[in-house]
């Protein structure tokens, strides 16, 4: 008999993403592994018993003092993994959507000093203790909201020591939110107005001065470079992944966002884990990620908030066998805090089936930040991660847009119910 703390019974649908290959890619996106009339135990903060409900009487013994929630028919699928966010910023763009409105591009006003530029500026000035606690308030509303792993992206203080600071504030951020946190350097985020015209010399200072460092101090799973004209070269993206992989560091780019550009077509070359945005990567971009096994992280959401009149392109990427993560891209010029949102998104605009979008949001976007085997499925053994929705199928999640979740655990706690904005 094995014994939990914790059962959740009375589950109409179950998806547990636990069988198949990982990353998934084309029909295998589509396979969920679906329990009906399906129960969960947990012990210690980890799954104890998947599967049947019927079973569950005969297999597990509820300790005294442990719990049993019913989930009243409802859905309940692994806890989100949101596998590109940017969220340790200062400060807000809400007047840009005025420009954007009138016709002004994200890289018409990043030309003008503002957008990024001015949240680089709010950034570098900002208290340390200012932006912990405005990124802790958002990552408590992704997790209300279902996420319990995420990647944070460094890149709004664009010198060596600014993005060590912003990095080093992970570590804590993840103590405090109990979330599950993966570090990208983004140095390479855009050439500092300090470097203006000389955007060599920059990527030459984060190769020399700031990747040593990031490494030495653990700061950094990733290393990620924003490869578009007017921010990064083809040629020096190439040179500061390369140093960033010479020193252990996991790839990925920025690709193909704005124009078509050559940053997938990179992504491919180097065998980065993965290439992300991608609105205007080919057909032949296509081939060579899925020839690559480069995951696409797709960010359905950016597009709409750019007034951008593109779509993320999730159904040609699953078609042409890439394995597709989706995230949120949570920035101050998309500020988006919700996978459920982000879900309805990939259905509605990238055209992924409710099974993708849900294959794309966990057990692949978990692939992408180099956490398969830690998050982004339900199986005994690991981490009692998982989000209860109150509808009666996994459909549901994106077809509802906005749908909040009944509860949300992870490690087995019950995260707390969100709280209104502030930060
Ligand atoms: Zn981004």
Redesign the pocket.
């Known amino acids: 008999m094995t014994r939990a703390d914790l059962v959740v019974t009375d589950i109409g649908e179950l998806a547990t993403l636990a069988t198949g290959p990982i990353p998934r890619v084309g029909s295998a996106m589509r396979e969920l592994g679906r329990i009906p009339r399906a129960a969960v135990a947990i012990d210690r903060g980890r799954f104890v018993y998947v599967g049947p409900e019927a079973r569950l009487k005969r297999e597990v013994h509820v300790r005294s003092g442990g719990a049993t929630w019913g989930a009243g028919g409802g859905t309940v699928v692994p806890g989100f993994v949101d596998p590109?966010t940017?969220v340790l910023f200062a400060g807000d763009r809400a007047a840009e959507i005025d420009l954007k409105i009138g016709g002004a591009s994200y890289l018409d006003i990043a030309g003008r000093g503002g957008g990024l530029f001015q949240t680089v500026r709010s950034t570098r000035r900002a208290s340390t203790a200012l932006l912990l606690r405005s990124a802790e308030a958002r990552l408590r509303r992704m997790a209300a909201m279902g996420t319990t792993a995420c990647e944070v992206?460094s890149g709004y203080a664009l010198t060596p020591a600014g993005e060590r600071r912003l990095l080093s504030l992970v570590p804590i951020l993840a103590r405090r939110t109990g979330l599950r946190l993966v570090p990208t350097f983004l140095g390479a985020h855009a050439v500092p107005p300090e470097y203006a015209d000389r955007p060599e010399a920059y990527v030459s200072a984060l190769v020399t001065d700031a990747l040593p460092l990031v490494v030495r101090h653990r700061l950094a799973d990733f290393c990620d470079a924003f490869c578009e004209p007017g921010f990064f070269s083809v040629e020096q993206t190439e040179r500061l992944l390369l140093a960033a992989r010479a020193l252990g560091l996991g790839l990925k780019v920025?690709a193909d966002e704005f124009v078509h550009s050559g940053g997938a077509e990179l992504a491919a070359r180097l065998g980065c884990r993965s290439a992300?945005h991608l609105l205007e990567s080919s057909e032949e971009d296509r081939r060579a990620l899925a020839s690559a096994g480069v995951t696409a992280v797709l960010l359905p959401v950016t597009p709409f908030a750019s007034f951008a009149h593109r779509s993320s392109p999730g159904r040609a990427m699953v078609d042409a066998g890439v394995p597709v993560a989706v995230g949120t891209?949570l920035?101050p010029n998309s500020w988006v805090e919700s996978m459920p949102l982000v879900l309805a998104h990939s259905v509605y605009g990238a055209h992924l089936t409710p099974g993708e979008a849900l294959t794309a949001a966990t057990v692949n976007s978990a692939h992408a930040i180099g956490l398969s085997g830690e998050a982004g499925t339900i199986a005994v053994g690991r981490s009692a991660d998982f989000v209860a929705f109150d509808v009666p199928s996994i459909e549901h999640i994106p077809y509802r847009f906005g749908l909040l979740p009944e509860r949300v655990y992870r490690r087995g706690i019950r995260v707390p119910p969100a709280r209104n904005p502030g930060s």
């Open positions: 590109h940017h992206k920025h992300e891209d920035s």
